[in-house]
């Protein structure tokens, strides 16, 4: 642990509990996610639980970093290899199914999907993108069952813990049928994952808080947190051309994030405080387009406050 950092779960100035120093203290190497788009779909596109998606996810399903969907998954997983490789030549590898809804399938397609790579044995885990209205009961023992293979991970969207919140952004489920999955989950040895995303339209610092405070007391393992992109060819960009709505500052982001790790139980894995936009295809903010710079700003106000995640963690 690094002089005069107190916070115990770092190997270097980060004052939270990162994802790299978790992989590097499970698995004891270092260790890459190779992002793979498997062509599911989504409930909240298909009419089943609304039309359109979430208003801020564009064409991708959240999958513009995903691989080449007209390959197929082994292939692009060789080709995320390779590139992973060429940086971190003995990195071991998360096949990370990312874009869309990656449980909404029958049973036997999920076994068709994912079987074949809890199988290699050049990957150390599986972690799958889905929602929390995605995971029937007997997906849920299907992925279990995994587990005596392969660490598998489950990342569930929730965005918000503010039903009104999700409402607005067309979100397609409520903040207690995220919970009855989570408790669900908490039976197994999944590892469980949750996305909350800062400035969502008209959310105030207060409830950005919430969500994290809420987070916090129940039995998941990580987090990923960023800011809002207002992307292209979204509904909500159309509705922030129409009736523009406050987008935090890189200023006001950091001091909610912080904020958030204050609250969030140290041990809790912080897989993501800052998210990718397209360049070409993000119309606000442009601030979080410089990623190390939002980051090293965090380090740098947590110094400044004396603070660190769980400092406020009841």
């Known amino acids: ?39 599911f779909s989504c409930p909240n596109r298909d009419g089943t639980c609304g039309v359109g998606g979430c ?43 990312q874009a869309y809804t990656n449980t909404y399938a ?56 503010h039903d ?39 959310e105030t610092k207060d409830e950005m808080l919430e969500s994290a405070d809420r987070i916090a007391h129940l039995p998941i393992h990580a987090v990923k947190i960023h800011m809002l ?6 509904k909500m960009a159309k509705e922030y051309e129409q009736h523009p709505f406050p987008v935090l500052s890189k200023e006001e982001y950091i001091d909610i994030v912080i904020s958030q790790l204050e609250l969030l139980p140290k041990e809790m894995i912080i897989q993501r405080l800052t998210g990718d936009g397209v360049k070409e295809h993000l119309i606000t903010p442009e601030w979080t387009l410089k990623k190390v710079v939002v980051l090293n700003d965090i380090d740098k106000e947590m110094v400044r406050r004396d603070t660190w995640q769980g400092k406020r963690y009841r």
């Open 1 to 39: 642990m690094p002089y005069n950092n107190p916070f115990i779960y770092s190997d270097d100035n980060k004052r939270y509990h990162t994802w790299n120093y978790y992989l590097k203290h499970h698995f004891h190497q270092k260790v890459c996610k190779v992002p793979l788009n498997a062509n």
């Open 55 to 97: 208003t801020f996810c564009g064409s991708l399903g959240s999958g513009e970093f995903a691989g080449d969907i007209h390959k197929d998954l082994m292939q692009q997983f060789e080709d995320g290899k390779a590139m992973m490789h060429r940086k971190w030549p003995n990195a071991g590898l998360i096949a990370y199914f």
């Open 106 to 161: 029958p049973l036997h397609v999920l076994k068709d999907t994912f079987d074949p790579f809890v199988e290699r044995d050049d990957i150390l885990a599986i972690s799958i993108a889905t929602r929390a209205d995605c995971l029937e009961d007997d997906t849920i023992a299907y992925l279990q069952s995994l587990t005596k293979k392969k660490e598998i991970w489950v990342e569930l969207g929730l965005q918000s813990v």
């Open 164 to 202: 009104e919140t999700a409402k607005r952004v067309n979100r397609g489920h409520t903040y207690a049928q995220f919970v009855s999955c989570i408790k669900k989950l908490a039976k197994t040895d999944i590892k469980i994952a949750v996305h909350l995303i800062n400035s969502l339209p008209y």
């Open 229 to 234: 992109h207002i992307m292209e060819n979204t």
